[in-house]
């Protein structure tokens, strides 16, 4: 390890590194603006400078960029010598001439990398006097809020939009002083990964809009670590509360998962936790189809004697976490519990798990993900079904420029150099799905097919590899070979598919490939995509021994049910109308237990009001197989209860044997551990609430947490007691110890000196590595033996027909995911559901792009508007999975369907949204004197 | 805001597209021949206007943004109108030793405009630029195509009497 000194000192550092890291690893604290751990180095903003001498005798030394300096054994340099620090006061002023000093109204002030920096050089006097340059900002869409004066013009923002996630529609304009950061005009960002801006710029250029419209500073937040709900991926976050609601969702670092960014689902979609369409007490339906709010406890014994008085079965959730659906499960009895997935996604579900657990090949985490150099993605629109492994895929493309960059000896930091060197040169990213993907830009080669012919892609992939062929395959042998020869010629090749094309040949074709490049001893990663943030764990939970859906509903038809408990599951998203309605129709009771009103729930008899993710503690077991745990941001109001709280208290009302055991969290966790063999691991996901931080409890509360007495004094001027957290090792307040902790106890992260979340370089090992107090999450599924393929699953190839289409299901990332659509930002992007079809077909139909069509599935007719693709595969027709109006085609999935042209469709009129109101009076005017708020 | 999105149909002319095809020959990429697209319009309308900048982006396979960030790079696209000539008045060291300043004045009085700015018969745009290259002729500013060099308050007059052109003035 090289030996460098700075100021005199000699310190050991890591070779390879520049020096702007090794100073952040050094714990030294050092400027910087457009250095980013994740983006590397380009020498924009000149902060990071320091004096480097030649030798003892140089007296004199040469300013040099700490990030565009690699370190060298015996360099000798001056981080805090009056050159350097003067040179980097000099920085901040002149980047400061044109910023507006607006920090009192400015939504990032308190969590500002600019004010931190700005105090830390101790520059404080401004000697410009001159006019300031003003620009006018844009509107960028419900997510995200543009103040363009206070920019710096450090270049992260594009940065981050276009090199690192591929957006193209964000661009630095002009030049000189003049630089402006924004569209070409107004208009709503495109990429899915936009709400990253809102932590890579280092003011308050881009800020979170739905928080900026209901604000309040970060110092003021309470927040606890949490796990995204949006898809299975299992982001790590760290929501922020004020006045009962959640303000913000940001980025909770974990290594291993989703390092520095989230998408916009994740960082936007969980505003529904704040929805006007929760449920805050327990319900009674009336006669009259209304509900009566009773008590919690005459609910918990009016359900108790539901239990006794028949048989009970329970459906529990991919969405509840694993302790809930283990304590219903242990209510009903194994043989009365379904997952609460359809027959179909079960089975594709837990063909992942054993695929997963069978294989050779490692389910990677993301940040494995990134070190692949050649992809095969097989069926998966990943970028709508799980965006932030879109976005480390991205990352992965970038293999070759690593390559390329360490064969000319650069430094992989060296970030607009590599990026020079290698321009459009990308490691292979192969595509597979039924439509266009929005990682057509990395890919060396896309193609759109039916699912089956996905498959017989997958499986005459991996007959090439192991050397023999598979016939009739016609144009696509010559892809067939590329693909085979570059997964072979890969250090460490990947494949990705999973369950959204509810194929279980897809998926038996990727573990196919796999085991194909494992027996020519590949080091192979296999990703398979799961629906829902907790699909994983429930049917580990389940492990094949619970009622199918179908089983269930057969058995209530024969009235074998009596009362059918729900947990936080809308059965009418998972199977047709009709069958719900048959099934709700052959029990006598409905309990639905949810936190959002929704059909499953105005058909119950008895409604219990759920917390939601952020006001209960769960673990989630990710796609990956990694069961994270995530814990109350605050305490749930009213009568809301966290599901397993319901559930084990409805236990002990009925004195079931064991339930007394059952009172804390980490009591049903252990005993869920101990019973299933497939979650054993769960109790290693975090640490118990025994836990103590060097004897401290670890607060929620930043410890500059404002107005504890003062937020209740209308009412009383003595501080109430704080609630008290007796199932983690968190405190509802600001008193505790947050350093140290392992990373999935991190509520938030500060430093003193950093109140950005570029603080939590003070909490890593070194710049973009591991917590030091250990990382978050524990893998459960490990790789087997071997999995077997059947070489006969090998599907039939697919004939367009010339009278009906495929019906396949196409995702959408704002949309398709049942909560995040409840988030008002979200479902301004959101859309309608839709009808997705290419030319020649609309062509035959006589419709156009907007006009309604007809779908009959199973003898039930949808009416859907038309979108013309004309990259959805040859003979198919997708429909948008999840959204409103879709729900009956769910089952005509990979069937042949119908369509004709909708009679007395309406065609939907241009929505104006909330923030472009053409009459609205501009924000800079609303509210003055004279203008009404609109 | 949707109710100011700009119209997007604007379309290259046949001759546009010819030009573009021709230096489209020459790049490895298409978005290699966005400066040269952008100069071809701009040659063919006077300046490039959003509508135009969308439709050079289509033709290239780039997004407007890309595109825009290279257009308002450069200080010789015009992204406004422009006059019928654009008046490159050098404004840089050389000149102002020889006393630019002096003619600069001369030349706002005589169009009663300042930079950025274009005469109210739409005939010329003043525009500042740093260097023209003839330092030793000092000061010069280019009127159109034509450079007009060891400029003073006469030559002011006659080059916008329209007594001199191309050159002559050297």
């Not at chain 1, 030798?55 to 009056?82: F, H, Q, W, Y």
Request: some cysteine.
């Amino acid at each position: 390890m090289p030996t460098i000194y700075i100021d005199g000192q000699a310190y050991e550092v890591e070779e390879g590194k520049n020096l702007l890291e090794a100073c952040l690893n050094l714990g030294l604290d050092l400027p910087y603006f457009c250095w980013h751990p994740s983006m590397g180095s380009i020498g924009s903003c000149r902060q990071c400078a320091m004096v480097q001498y030649q030798n003892e005798e140089d007296t004199r030394g040469r300013i040099v960029m700490g990030c565009m300096t690699p370190v060298t054994d015996g360099a000798r340099l001056s981080l805090k010598g009056d050159t350097a620090s003067e040179f980097r006061a000099s920085v901040i002023e002149s980047l400061m001439l044109n910023h507006p000093h607006d920090c009192p109204v400015c939504a990032e002030g308190g969590e500002c990398h600019l004010q931190d920096m700005t105090v830390m050089v101790g520059h404080r006097d401004r000697h410009y006097r001159g006019l300031k340059n003003t620009h006018r900002n844009q509107y960028l869409g419900p997510l995200i809020n543009h103040e363009m004066n206070r920019c710096i013009s450090c270049y992260r923002c594009v940065r981050f939009y276009r090199d690192y996630a591929g957006g193209t529609d964000l661009a630095a304009l002009a030049s000189h002083d003049h630089v402006y950061f924004g569209r070409h005009q107004d208009g709503v960002l495109q990429s899915e990964f936009a709400g990253n801006l809102v932590e890579v710029c280092p003011t308050g250029v881009f800020t979170d809009k739905p928080l900026v419209n209901d604000y309040s500073r970060k110092w003021d937040l309470q927040s606890a670590p949490s796990i995204c709900v949006g898809c299975a991926v299992g982001c790590n976050t760290s929501p922020g509360e004020r006045y009962g609601r959640l303000k913000r969702i940001q980025n909770r670092y974990n290594q291993q998962v989703n390092g520095y960014f989230l998408c916009d689902r994740g960082r936007f979609g969980a505003d529904f936790v704040n929805s006007e369409s929760r449920l805050n007490f327990a319900g009674v339906r009336q006669d009259d189809g209304s509900y009566q709010a009773i008590k919690a406890d005459d609910a918990l014994s009016q359900v108790a004697s539901l239990c006794q008085k028949g048989a009970v079965a329970g459906i529990g959730s991919p969405r509840a976490s694993v302790e809930a659906n283990y304590l219903l499960r242990r209510l009903v009895g194994d043989s009365h519990f379904c997952s609460g997935m359809s027959d179909v996604e079960h089975a594709l579900v837990q063909q992942v798990a054993e695929a997963l657990s069978t294989t050779r090949a490692v389910s990677p985490s993301l940040h494995q993900i990134e070190s692949a150099d050649a992809v095969l993605i097989l069926g998966e629109d990943v970028s709508n079904t799980a965006p932030r492994l879109a976005l480390a895929l991205r990352q992965s493309a970038r293999n070759k420029a690593r390559q390329m960059a360490e064969d000319m000896r650069l430094e992989p930091w060296m970030d607009a150099a590599i990026r020079n060197l290698a321009q459009n040169q990308y490691s292979p990213v192969f595509i597979a799905g039924v439509h266009e993907s929005r990682l057509e830009d990395i890919a060396a080669a896309s193609v759109s097919l039916a699912p089956d012919d996905i498959a017989r892609l997958g499986f005459a992939v991996a007959a090439e590899i192991s050397g023999s062929h598979l016939p009739g395959l016609g144009h696509l042998s010559t892809l067939v070979g590329t693909i085979a020869s570059a997964l072979k010629a890969a250090k460490k090749p990947l494949i990705v598919s999973g369950t959204s094309l509810m194929n279980s040949a897809v998926i038996e074709s990727a573990v196919a490939v796999v085991e194909a490049l494992l027996s020519e001893e590949k080091n192979t990663l296999l990703s398979l995509s799961v629906p829902e943030c907790n699909s994983m764990g429930v049917t580990l939970l389940d492990g094949g021994k619970g009622l199918g859906f179908n089983v269930l509903a057969e058995s209530a038809a024969q009235g074998d049910i009596d009362t059918l408990i729900v947990l936080e599951n809308d059965l009418y998203r998972r199977a047709p109308t009709e069958t719900v309605d048959q099934l709700l129709g052959n029990i006598k009771q409905l309990v639905v237990l949810d936190s959002l009103d929704n059909a499953t729930l105005s058909a119950s008899y008895l409604a219990l009001p759920a917390a939601t993710f952020a006001e209960s503690e769960g673990t989630f077991v990710s796609s990956e197989g990694r069961a994270q745990r995530y814990y109350p941001v605050f305490v749930a109001e009213d009568d809301r209860l966290a599901s397993w709280q319901w559930l084990s208290e409805l236990g002990q009302v009925l004195g079931l044997s064991g339930f007394d055991q059952l009172a804390h969290f980490d009591q049903v966790e252990q005993t869920c551990a101990d019973e299933i063999p497939a979650l054993s691991g769960i109790t290693a996901a975090a640490p118990d609430h025994l836990f103590r931080n060097r004897g401290l409890k670890i607060p929620r509360q930043p410890a500059r947490y404002s107005g504890r007495t003062a937020v209740r004094a209308n009412v009383s001027v003595h501080e109430p007691k704080q609630p008290v957290d007796n199932e983690s090792p968190l405190s509802f307040s600001m008193e505790g110890l947050g350093v140290g902790q392992p990373s999935s106890l991190m509520s938030y992260s500060w430093s003193p000196g950093w109140n950005s979340n570029q603080s939590i370089q003070k909490f890593q090992n070194e710049a973009g590595g591991e917590i030091k107090g250990g990382s978050s999450g524990i893998r459960l599924i490990s790789p087997g033996e071997g999995a077997k393929i059947e070489s006969l699953s090998v599907p039939d190839a697919f004939h367009p027909s010339n009278t009906d289409l495929l019906l396949v299901p196409v995702y959408r990332v704002f949309g398709s995911d049942e909560l995040s659509r409840q988030a008002p930002a979200i479902a301004e992007l959101s859309g309608d559901a839709q009808l997705v079809v290419r030319s020649e077909n609309v062509n035959k139909l006589q419709v156009a792009d907007g006009d309604g069509v007809v779908v009959v599935v199973d003898g039930s007719e949808v009416v859907l508007e038309v979108l013309v693709d004309d990259s959805i595969a040859e003979g198919c027709v997708g429909f948008t999975m999840g959204m409103p109006g879709t729900e009956s085609l769910v089952i005509g999935i990979g069937s042949m369907v119908s369509l004709r042209r909708a009679e007395n469709w309406q065609p939907r009129k241009p929505q104006l949204i909330a923030t472009d109101n053409p009459n609205a009076p501009s924000p800079d005017t609303r509210g003055q004197r004279g203008v009404p708020y609109v | 805001m949707s109710q100011q999105l700009i119209q997007s149909d604007v379309a290259l002319s046949a001759e546009e597209t010819r030009q573009i095809d021709a230096e489209l020959a020459h790049m490895p990429q298409k978005s290699g021949a966005a400066i040269d697209a952008l100069k071809i319009v701009q040659r063919h309308r006077g300046w490039v206007s959003d509508e135009s900048l969308i439709a050079i982006a289509r033709y290239l396979e780039m997004s407007p943004e890309t595109l825009e960030g290279v257009a308002t790079f450069y200080n010789l696209i015009y992204r406004k109108p422009v006059g019928k000539k654009v008046v490159l008045f050098c404004d840089s060291v050389s000149c102002w030793i020889c006393g630019c300043d002096g003619v600069k004045q001369k030349i706002t009085e005589k169009l009663g405009v300042d930079y950025g700015e274009t005469t109210a018969d739409n005939q010329y745009t003043l525009i500042p630029v740093p260097c023209l290259g003839a330092c030793d002729k000092a000061p010069v500013m280019m009127v159109g195509d034509d450079l007009h060099t060891h400029l003073d308050n006469e030559k002011i007059d006659q080059i916008f009497a329209g007594k001199l052109s191309d050159g002559e003035g050297s």
